[in-house]
């Protein structure tokens, strides 16, 4: 049964796994025997936990590869420089995002223009780039990062609404197109995750205690709940599953 969720020998990239939910996804993937390439745009960030992360996988198993993922060119050289220096790319994670709060009345074009670029065209630009190296080969995961904002609307974060929504329709498009071709492509939607960044969220007494009724599970996700279903995903354990997204979120998108 292990053999299933073993991914020796595979070989992933993270998009955006200098820090936060990226990174800890990149962990969980090595921790089951995967080859990781990390990704970011901060090229010292990303070689900081590069050299981080190495010190716990000694065995070379930690490479990195900085580029932009909203850009067509740089996702190409990326891809490319991968499959020339790390190897053939087995799994494919797409995971860089940002958020931009405003109110929509007052929110300005580039700034809608930046947050769907790099929450939703990126997953098409760097899925499109691995699909044409895996579709040859006849196998390929690609994991979307998505989001209950991928289901559930809140005032002042329209762009990342319409990306993350957007990303969950781009799973089930690739799916039609690359299935037959041996790939699967899903998304996992993550609730509200207790990460550095959330700390003042949790610290918030008011918004805590919504947060805790808002969820069944009554608690907040950790980052390790990720890990078990970002493997899964990426293991030979989900080939049948195809163009699903996955929501981690201790069952808040399923109560009102
Ligand atoms: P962070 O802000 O902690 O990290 C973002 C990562 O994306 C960094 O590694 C950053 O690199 C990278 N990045 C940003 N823009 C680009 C770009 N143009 N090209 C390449 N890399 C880029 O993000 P989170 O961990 O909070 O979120 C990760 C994903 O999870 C996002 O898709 C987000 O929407 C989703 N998510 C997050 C939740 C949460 O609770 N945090 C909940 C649900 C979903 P650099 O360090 O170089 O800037």
């Known amino acids: 049964m292990s053999a299933l969720f073993d991914l020796t020998g595979r070989i992933a990239l993270v998009t955006g796994s200098s820090r936060g939910i990226g990174n800890a996804l990149a962990r969980a993937l090595a921790d089951a025997g995967a080859t990781v390439v990390l990704n970011g745009i901060t090229p010292a960030r990303l070689k900081a936990a590069e050299d981080s992360m190495a010190v716990d996988y000694p065995e070379g198993r930690i490479r990195s590869c900085a580029f932009d993922v909203t850009s067509d060119a740089a996702a190409a050289e990326g891809i490319a420089w991968i499959e020339a220096n790390v190897g053939p790319l087995d799994i494919l994670v797409n995971n860089a995002g940002i958020q931009h709060r405003v109110p929509m009345l007052e929110l300005d074009v580039s700034d809608w223009e930046r947050v769907?670029?790099?929450?939703?065209?990126?997953?098409?630009?760097?899925?499109?780039?691995?699909?044409?190296h895996m579709i040859p080969r006849g196998s390929g995961k690609i994991i979307n990062i998505c989001s209950v904002q991928t289901d559930l609307a809140r005032p002042t974060i329209a762009p990342y609404i319409a990306a993350k929504g957007g990303l969950?329709?781009?799973?089930?498009?690739?799916?039609?197109?690359?299935?037959?071709?041996?790939?699967?492509?899903?998304?996992?939607?993550p609730g509200y995750i207790h990460t550095e960044?959330?700390?003042?969220?949790?610290?918030?007494?008011?918004?805590?205690?919504?947060?805790?009724?808002?969820?069944?599970?009554?608690?907040?996700?950790t980052v390790q709940d990720l890990a078990g279903p970002a493997v899964?995903?990426?293991s030979s354990g989900s080939d049948f599953v195809n163009g699903q997204t996955i929501f981690i979120d201790g069952g808040m998108t399923v109560v009102v």
């Open 197 to 221: 960044m959330t700390q003042n969220l949790v610290d918030d007494e008011e918004f805590n205690s919504w947060i805790l009724g808002r969820t069944p599970a009554n608690r907040w996700g």
């Open 232 to 234: 899964w995903l990426a």
């Open 168 to 189: 969950r329709n781009l799973t089930r498009a690739m799916t039609a197109e690359w299935a037959a071709s041996g790939l699967q492509i899903n998304g996992i939607a």
């Open 116 to 132: 769907i670029s790099t929450d939703l065209t990126s997953a098409f630009l760097v899925g499109r780039e691995a699909a044409r």
